[in-house]
């Protein structure tokens, strides 16, 4: 890793995965965050996840930071609020503070990966985090033809 008063590089996988637990959400994912500590922002926090086959970020929201989601590689169902769609590499989603969101795997022999950026807390504790609750087939709209 580089830092300087100018700025900071580094390779995410210098970022030791965060400890996040699936009784608060997390799925079978894994995620690497670029926090305020290494990158010295005040006021944005960028992270790195995957989710293997089957993994999920079940619904939460955070109520002080807005969210955005940029979809690396695989096939995914993102929600948010009542709405669920599918959305592969290349797409861009952005998550309002305080909007219940989601995202799953829909492959289940490929990985989904994808960046993402707090904006409003350096860290996840600033952006704060809060579990809302499984992804139940009420929200499963991306994976059943015709209710697209």
């Known amino acids: 890793m580089i830092r300087d008063e100018n700025q900071t590089l580094l390779n995410v996988e210098e970022l030791e995965p965060a400890p996040v637990a699936r009784e608060d959400g997390w799925r079978d994912m894994t995620i690497r965050f670029l926090d305020g500590s290494v990158s010295g922002s005040s006021n944005g ?28 590689s695989g096939r ?8 669920e769609h599918e959305i592969g590499p290349g797409t861009v989603q952005f998550i309002p503070a305080g909007t219940t969101h989601w995202l799953r795997n829909l492959d289940d022999r490929a990985p989904v990966e994808l960046v993402g950026i707090y904006v409003g807390g350096a860290n996840l ?3 704060g985090y809060e579990y809302v609750g499984e992804v139940t087939d009420a929200y499963r709209q991306a994976d059943r033809p015709g209710e697209k």
């Open 45 to 72: 926090c960028m992270f790195r996840t995957t989710f293997g086959p089957g993994a999920a970020h079940e619904r939460h929201f955070h109520p002080n930071a807005d969210e955005f989601l940029y979809v690396i």
């Open 76 to 83: 995914a169902a993102a929600g948010a609020g009542e709405e």
């Open 125 to 127: 504790e600033e952006a």
